[in-house]
C-alpha cells in the first residue's frame, strides 16, 4: 500500500519545456513534503521541499505547488535543460520527533529532456 | 568530505547465503535510515535508528537484521538472501532540521 502516489511514471519533454510531476498523499499527519533528484548510479538529492503552512515554494527553475485540502502536491520545471533529465521522487514526512522522521516516497517519475 | 559512504557498491550473492551491508557517515547525525529501490516502488524503508543503541522496524523490515555500532556505522544483515531481495539497497542519514543526506547505493543480486 503506497501512501503516495506519483504520476506520471515516465515522460519526455523538449529542452526549454515545462516538466510537471504531480503527487498524492494519504497520511494527514504529514507535514513536510521534500522533493528528491536521482541521477543515475548515485543516491537521491533533496531538491527543494515544502510544509504545508504555504502554497507554492520557488527555486530557481523548481517550483512546488501544493493543495492541502486535496492532498496532492506539484513539481514544475520552468525551461527544462538536458541536465534536468534524471529520476524524481516526491515524498512525505512528519517532523514530529517520535515519528522518526521518516520519509514515504512515491514511486518516481523518470524524466528526459531532448535537446 | 565524503558524507555517506556504502560498502560494497556491488555484490551478487547465491540463495540462502548470508551478508552485510555497510554504511558509516561523517556528518555527526543522529538518525541513520536503510531502503531498499525497486522499480515503480520508490524507496521503501527497512530500517532506521533514531539515536545510537536504538533501532525501529520500517515499512518493509522482514529478512533483515541492523545494527547500529556506533554513531557513525548502521549496518543492515541478510541472514539467509532470497531472490527476493534483489534490489538497489541506500542508506541515509540526517539531523534534526536538515534533510536526509544518501549514500550511493548498493546493487545486490541475488541468484
Known amino acids: 500500500q503506497q501512501q503516495v502516489k506519483q504520476s506520471p511514471q515516465s515522460l519526455i519533454v523538449q529542452k526549454g519545456g515545462i516538466s510537471i510531476i504531480n503527487c498524492a498523499y494519504e497520511?494527514?499527519?504529514?507535514?513536510?513534503f521534500p522533493w528528491y533528484q536521482q541521477f543515475p548510479g548515485k543516491g537521491p538529492a533533496l531538491l527543494i521541499a515544502?510544509?504545508?503552512?504555504?502554497s507554492e515554494k520557488k527555486e530557481g527553475r523548481f517550483t512546488i505547488s501544493f493543495n492541502k485540502s486535496a492532498k496532492q502536491f506539484s513539481l514544475h520545471i520552468m525551461d527544462s535543460q538536458p541536465g534536468d533529465s534524471a529520476t524524481y521522487f516526491c515524498a512525505g514526512s512528519s517532523m514530529i520527533k517520535a515519528a522518526g522522521n521518516k520519509l514515504t516516497f512515491g514511486g518516481g517519475t523518470r524524466v528526459l529532456v531532448k535537446p | 568530505n565524503a558524507g555517506v559512504t556504502q560498502t560494497p557498491k556491488f555484490q551478487v550473492l547465491k540463495t540462502g547465503q548470508s551478508m552485510t551491508l555497510q554504511c558509516a557517515q561523517d556528518m555527526n547525525h543522529n538518525s541513520m535510515y536503510w531502503y531498499r529501490q525497486d522499480p515503480g516502488m520508490g524507496l521503501r524503508l527497512i530500517y532506521y535508528s533514531a539515536s545510537e543503541g536504538t533501532t525501529d522496524k520500517g515499512e518493509v523490515p522482514n529478512g533483515y537484521n541492523v545494527s547500529r555500532l556506533n554513531k557513525r556505522e548502521f549496518s543492515l544483515r541478510l541472514e539467509s538472501a532470497a531472490p527476493s531481495q534483489t534490489s538497489v539497497y541506500f542508506c541515509?542519514?540526517?539531523?534534526?532540521?536538515?534533510?536526509?543526506?544518501f549514500g550511493d547505493g548498493t546493487r545486490l543480486s541475488i541468484l
Open positions: 541515509a542519514s540526517r539531523e534534526t532540521g536538515d534533510p536526509q543526506h
Open positions: 515544502i510544509r504545508p503552512d504555504v
Open positions: 497520511n494527514t499527519a504529514f507535514d513536510y
